[in-house]
């Protein structure tokens, strides 16, 4: 058998071999809604499942399937889905695996649109959601129910940074014959592998470090090939929130630089996480790659690096952490993360602002904190900014 060669040889040839046609190195863009079939019978014989064969875009499209295929050899999955979001992404796999009667238990801290599509999953579908702290093993015990059917999980949680032990859920899970299923748009595949340490799902909101660069929305499912499949003909083909071959494109383009933004990225937040913890106006400083934090260790455990988003708390509360934001220049006060740009923004009032006040209060996103995604600016750049954003208020 052919060795596995190493992470980023992978990301740079996960485009496959050059186009058989034309000898292209770039893989060809599918831009195309429909595909033609010889004849009637070919036609019927792909639509019963008979031949393989693409149909029609919304079903699949070549340039999606090298996407999926890259992806999967990345996370180490079976396969990929590839959707129009990330969000889509969650809500296909989680659809598929749950009906209605069923418990999903959520670690307690999740990006706000997540926390709303569980909460319209409990309202209009019947599906009983239960929020835990998956960090303290016991309390994931207690809050398993014998219906509990999907564990999901963020780690890092956005927008506090905290880790969940996914060798540690997924030994749960497989006793109580739950699913796993982990958001790993922080982490991305280069720094976290979930499905090595037992998680049976991977989501990623491909919109940002697999995209990288700001000019994508999507997202994709990793995993278990059958399930995938299973989406693939259901809840992808009726809902429908499939990606653009062009999008696809752009992330296929993305990905072979991923290693080299990531490295960038941890780099430029470790700087970010130093300057910010020696300065008198920063309160905590959220980083698991910080020697400082709890998690420290786990996240040399489980991730090669922590990544480059950083949270952090404003000593002057609300007030000062709106104010020092209304002054950052260089950093682009905006939600979204993983792009080339230094992004930053208010989880209270942008991300999580759909999280009723009391539950946000819970997750520890208070009016004092800030989420930074760090960019691949020259980190002086980064910091200079930063430091007269602060500097101006307590002046
Ligand atoms: C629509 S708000 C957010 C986008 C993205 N999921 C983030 O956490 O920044």
């Not at 033609?36 to 008979?50: L, S, T």
């Amino acid at each position: 058998m052919e060795e596995k060669k190493g992470f980023s040889t992978r990301l740079v040839h996960g485009g496959g071999e050059p186009c058989p046609q034309t000898g292209s190195l770039i893989p060809p863009l599918y831009q195309t809604s429909t595909f033609v079939f010889d004849n009637v019978e070919q036609g019927a014989k792909r639509f019963a499942g008979e031949e393989k064969g693409y149909i029609y875009s919304r079903l699949g499209n070549p340039t999606l399937t090298r996407l999926e295929e890259a992806l999967a050899d990345l996370e180490e999955a079976e396969a990929g889905l590839a959707f129009g979001s990330g969000m889509a992404a969650v809500s296909g796999v989680l659809i598929a695996l749950l009906k209605n009667g069923d418990h999903l238990l959520c670690g307690d801290t999740v990006y706000g649109c997540t926390y709303g599509l569980l909460r319209l999953f409990q309202e209009k579908f019947g599906i009983e959601v239960g929020f835990a702290d998956l960090s303290a093993p016991e309390e994931a015990v207690k809050a398993i129910q014998p219906n509990t059917r999907v564990i999901y999980l963020e780690t890092p949680v956005n927008p506090t940074m905290n880790l969940v032990d996914l060798e540690a859920v997924s030994r749960l899970a497989r006793q109580t014959g739950a699913w796993v299923v982990v958001d790993n748009t922080f982490a991305t595949p280069y720094l976290q592998q979930p499905l090595k340490l037992g998680a049976d799902f991977v989501v990623h909101s491909a919109t940002k470090y697999i995209g990288g660069h700001g000019d994508v929305i999507a997202g994709i499912t990793l995993g278990k090939r059958e399930i995938l499949d299973e989406i693939r003909s259901t809840t992808l083909k009726d809902i429908g929130g499939v990606l653009s071959p062009f999008d696809a494109w752009l992330l296929l383009r993305g990905l072979r630089t991923l290693a080299v933004r990531m490295d960038r990225h941890v780099a430029n937040a470790r700087e970010v996480v130093r300057f910010l913890e020696n300065h008198p106006a920063v309160g905590e400083v959220l980083y698991p790659g910080s020697p400082n934090h709890p998690q420290n260790r786990l996240a040399n455990r489980q991730m090669r690096a922590p990544g480059g988003v950083v949270g952090f708390r404003l000593k002057g509360g609300e007030s000062a952490a709106r104010a020092f934001l209304d002054r950052v220049r260089l950093c682009r006060l905006t939600v979204s993360l993983g792009e080339t740009t230094t992004l930053i923004q208010h989880p209270a009032t942008m991300t999580h602002a759909v999280v009723p006040a009391d539950a946000r209060e819970q997750m520890g996103i208070t009016g004092d904190l800030v989420r930074i995604s760090t960019g691949i600016e020259d980190i002086q750049d980064i910091i200079a900014d930063l430091e007269q954003a602060l500097d101006k208020g307590s002046s």
